[in-house]
């Protein structure tokens, strides 16, 4: 069954620190997997998707293969980065399967 | 708006009774998708449909839980007979259509919600 796991319910860091979350999955296809954000009092938005792999926000994401993961990274966060993070991904079997969420909280 | 538009945005129900959530997607989305996002946890898919077509049902926890897409546009779910453990957000989510092909059609555009609480 597909599954997406994310291990860090809550993720601190300081302004300026590298940040890293981590999200796994099992899928026995070639997956399609996504980016969405939350951020305080706004509705979920999609932050990046692996297959443009484009940068947004500073925040970039690979997909490894063998080790069936597409953590989100980005070098130097800021304060507004605070949010809760989903990992989500396609299954082509036509639904969506996303992962528990990852809330980021940015200390000044 | 040109949003997704989801109401009521908040919804009191006592137990038993049956309640009717309603989803406006983007203009020109095909795709439609129902969660339920339980607190603290991510959104678990509920059910999609491609125009009226509900393609995929398997997310619906009971069938109590009912969604429809008469024509291909509004989506209306509806619960019966709720019960405490109905309480959560509900999200729809909208998209121009899956494809394999094109990921930018797979990008899924999200209304704020229905909070529903049970009492």
């Known amino acids: 069954a597909q599954r997406v796991t994310q291990p860090e319910k809550l993720l601190s860091v300081f302004k300026g620190a590298p940040v890293e979350l981590k999200c796994n999955y099992s899928?026995?296809?070639?997956?399609?997997l996504f980016w969405y954000v939350q951020y305080s009092r706004q509705r979920l938005q999609l932050l990046l998707r692996?297959?443009s792999r484009e940068s947004i926000k500073g925040f970039t994401a690979d997909l490894n293969k063998g080790e069936t993961s597409f953590h989100l990274k980005k070098p130097f966060a800021q304060e507004e980065d605070s949010a809760m993070y989903y990992c989500?991904?396609?299954?082509?079997?036509?639904?969506?399967?996303f992962g528990p969420g990852t809330r980021l909280s940015v200390l000044p | 708006g040109a949003g997704v538009s989801q109401s009521p945005r908040y919804k009191v129900a006592k137990r038993g009774q049956d309640v009717a959530l309603r989803c406006d997607p983007i203009?020109?989305?095909?795709?439609l998708f129902w969660y339920q996002q339980a607190l603290g946890q991510g959104p678990e898919f509920l059910t999609y449909f491609q125009n009226e077509a509900q393609l995929d049902k398997s997310g619906l926890p009971s069938d109590r839980f009912f969604a429809e897409r008469p024509e291909g546009s509004v989506s209306t779910l509806k619960i019966q007979r709720t019960q405490q453990e109905d309480s959560a957000v509900y999200l729809c989510?909208?998209?121009?259509?899956?494809?394999?092909?094109?990921?930018?059609?797979?990008?899924?555009?999200f209304g704020a919600g229905t909070r529903l609480s049970v009492l």
């Open positions: 989510a909208s998209s121009f259509r899956l494809d394999r092909g094109d990921s930018a059609k797979n990008i899924q555009y």
């Open positions: 899928y026995s296809g070639s997956p399609e």
């Open positions: 692996h297959i």
């Open positions: 989500a991904l396609l299954n082509y079997g036509q639904n969506f399967v």
């Open positions: 203009s020109g989305h095909v795709s």
